[in-house]
């Protein structure tokens, strides 16, 4: 059995458009959406991501994640990010067939959780995520990701 690798998603560098709900820790679903850039130099990939998020008023978010590039024949890597959390954040990206699952946590590990992103073709993937601080929900989402452009 081989490992799955063809993700179009973080394995090639791409502008992805992301639309979705956001939920927050009262279970209120709230529209947002934004876009991602992922590229890819010879020591780092990147992902640079801006969300929008409309509850009554405009919330922005901007984001960058520092991703090692996969080894060859391993299936995850790790990544890291210092923003958009209370503090820096520390991740994997792992690849189990048609799903890229990514665990996270803050350094200090009150902030914490996970993202699952799903291939449902090689322009488009639904995502699915919750954060926690501690152990209260600070908010989940859906989403789908279309890939508009890049390699």
């Known amino acids: 059995m081989t490992i799955d690798l063809d993700h179009s998603y973080?394995?090639?560098?791409?502008?992805?458009?992301?639309?979705?709900?956001?939920?927050d820790r009262n279970n209120n679903a709230w529209p947002q959406r934004g876009q991602l850039v992922i590229t890819h130099q010879p020591d780092i990939?990147?992902?640079?991501?801006?969300?929008?998020?409309?509850?009554?008023?405009?919330?922005?978010?901007n984001s960058r994640y520092d991703v090692q590039p996969l080894a060859p024949g391993v299936a995850f890597t790790e990544w890291k990010s210092e923003t958009g959390g209370p503090e820096p954040v520390?991740?994997?990206?792992?690849?189990?067939?048609?799903?890229?699952?990514?665990?996270?946590h803050s350094r200090s590990g009150a902030y914490w959780g996970q993202e699952i992103l799903m291939r449902q073709s090689p322009t488009e993937y639904q995502g699915r995520g919750?954060?926690?601080?501690?152990?209260?929900?600070?908010?989940?989402?859906?989403?789908?990701?279309?890939?508009?452009?890049?390699q």
């Not at 791409?14 to 979705?20: F, K, Q």
């Not at 990939?45 to 919330?59: D, F, K, P, V, Y």
């Not at 601080?133 to 989403?143: G, I, M």
Request: without cysteine; aromatic residues 14%; charged residues 15%.
């Open 10 to 23: 973080l394995l090639k560098p791409g502008l992805w458009e992301m639309t979705g709900s956001y939920v």
């Open 45 to 61: 990939w990147l992902i640079e991501a801006q969300l929008i998020i409309n509850t009554g008023e405009t919330q922005t978010v």
């Open 90 to 104: 520390l991740g994997l990206f792992v690849v189990v067939g048609d799903t890229l699952m990514s665990p996270w």
């Open 130 to 150: 919750f954060a926690f601080l501690n152990r209260e929900k600070v908010s989940a989402w859906f989403t789908r990701l279309t890939r508009n452009g890049g």
